[in-house]
């Protein structure tokens, strides 16, 4: 039986680490995901988890201290924002390469400088080529639902990859929902018990984790890794078909929002999707065609699905929640473009940079996308493909 | 399907479906195992009529792919030379070259 209550994001991710009961947690404060890491410590010291709870010097000791005790052979986490992953920069590339299906848990948060702790995504957008896998939440009920699917998916034996649970710092972080939360044993059970193959601790074999690579091993490594991110689309669809059979809630790649009969589109990622719903509710009721792709499922990218979904559309606006410093693309900017130029698809596509530092996005703002997506139509030519939304001029 | 559990079975005809998770390796004292003189292009050969074994060669292979056996030098381990070429610097009487392998 399913509990109703009302939690903020980042109690909503402690919650689902508690029911989920990993092994081990190394973990340094960082806002806004302090609170993680303090209410899991909680946990640990009342005794309600088993985990080890390893209180790091930094951000780039806790990465270290999760992928040791991942290889070790235990079901590790650790939460972030901003500036601490970027500290975790070179445990990133390592976790992925070394094939180890820990869990991060990120707050996202803008790098500085200038320094400033509320919400982009140019933290885990700067690693989205790091391996991991990426899975972004636009409220808190899918934060915590993308939690308890995060080791299933992870762990599978196509897969075998770390795993990123995003979720937007503060706006979801911080602001208290009404949740869902499924009981602890049926998340127990969802989760199951980590069984790898190989580990450090087993005595039978010993095994050692991160071997040099000469140029004869590391090209064909890197294929075998790009593979098992390949194969995670398909896992997380699989695992996503089970969670609901528990909870009846369905997850998909992407979730498309009165898309069926779209001629305008945004695609966009995190909390900002639930603001552009209203939008969209508003156009259609004043006859606007209006529709939303929320991504869900960032890395691997589902380019081929999401170029179906626009198929039709007339013009759709790519929204980025960081700058890629490129003059050219922001990444979902990038991303959505070349799948829909592999599908020779008829869209007129806008690139904009949004919600930056976390510069407030309103409903009136998604209603502007909307008509300027309308104009771009009527014109039937975009003048500026990579532009900003918001910023004063 | 390979033995991933056998280092011996990894080598360079691996496709990249058949390396081991991670390039971890398993088992103890792989080394000697592992095949590590693939990784050249170039190995030391002994002109036989000219090596007076003297024995120079041994003590300075960095893979210890040349021992002593019998109180002579042994043939080199090809399976971990990796072609550094210190024992043709080495050699007094000019006894060693460098020959490409592929």
């Not at chain 1, 503060?170 to 009981?183: D, G, Q, R």
């Not at chain 1, 998604?366 to 975009?382: D, F, R, S």
């Amino acid at each position: 039986m399913a509990r109703k209550d009302r939690l903020s994001g980042n109690e909503a991710v402690a919650e689902a680490l508690r029911q989920i009961n990993p092994d081990v947690m190394a973990a340094f404060p960082i806002t806004p995901s302090t609170e993680i890491p303090q209410y899991f410590s909680k946990y640990v010291a009342q005794g309600k988890v088993d985990s080890e709870f390893i209180p790091v010097e930094s951000e780039h000791s806790a990465m270290s201290a999760v992928i040791g005790s991942q290889a070790a052979g235990a079901r590790s986490v650790t939460a972030t924002s901003s500036a601490g992953m970027a500290l975790m920069w070179e445990e990133l590339y390592l976790a992925a390469s070394n094939r180890l299906p820990c869990c991060l848990t990120l707050v996202n948060r803008a790098l500085s400088g200038p320094i400033n702790i509320n919400c982009d995504h140019s933290d885990s957008m700067g690693a989205r080529d790091a391996g991991w896998i990426q899975i972004y939440a636009e409220n808190n009920q899918e934060v915590y639902d993308n939690l308890c699917m995060a080791y299933p998916i992870a762990e599978h034996k196509d897969v075998q990859l770390p795993i990123m649970i995003c979720q937007d710092g503060f706006i979801t972080s911080h602001a208290v929902e009404n949740i869902i939360l499924n009981e602890d044993e049926e998340v127990k059970n969802f989760v199951g018990e980590y069984n790898p193959e190989h580990c450090l601790l087993d005595p039978e074999c010993p095994t050692a984790v991160g071997p040099y690579s000469v140029t004869n091993y590391y090209f064909e490594a890197k294929r075998a890794q790009a593979e098992a991110l390949k194969n995670a689309k398909q896992v997380t669809l699989d695992v996503a078909k089970e969670y609901a059979k528990i909870t009846g809630r369905e997850y998909g790649l992407f979730e498309e929002y009165m898309m069926e009969d779209a001629e305008y589109a945004v695609v966009i990622i995190g909390s900002a999707a639930g603001t552009t719903k209203e939008a969209v509710d508003r156009l259609r009721k004043e006859g606007v065609k209006a529709g939303l792709i929320k991504i869900r499922l960032f890395r691997p990218f589902p380019g081929e699905e999401i170029a179906e979904a626009l198929k039709n559309v007339k013009a759709v606006a790519l929204m980025d929640r960081t700058e890629s410093y490129n003059d050219c693309c922001g990444p979902l900017g990038a991303e959505v473009s070349t799948a829909l130029y592999r599908a020779n698809a008829k869209a007129l596509a806008v690139n904009y940079v949004y919600g930056l530092g976390g510069r407030d996005v309103k409903v009136s703002d998604m209603v502007n996308i909307y008509n300027e997506l309308q104009k771009i139509a009527e014109e039937g030519k975009v003048e500026e493909f990579y532009r900003y939304y918001g910023v004063r001029s | 399907m390979v033995d991933k559990t056998n280092i011996n079975k990894v080598g360079l005809k691996c496709s990249y479906k058949d390396l081991t998770l991670g390039m971890m390796v398993y088992g103890e004292k792989t080394s000697e195992a592992f095949k590590t003189g693939e990784w050249t292009s170039v190995q030391p050969v002994v002109d036989e009529e000219k090596c007076i074994n003297c024995l120079m060669c041994v003590p300075v292979c960095p893979d210890s792919c040349i021992t002593v056996v019998d109180g002579k030098r042994s043939p080199f381990d090809y399976d971990h030379c990796k072609g550094c070429g210190i024992c043709v610097k080495n050699c007094p009487p000019k006894a060693i070259s460098m020959k490409g392998v592929k």
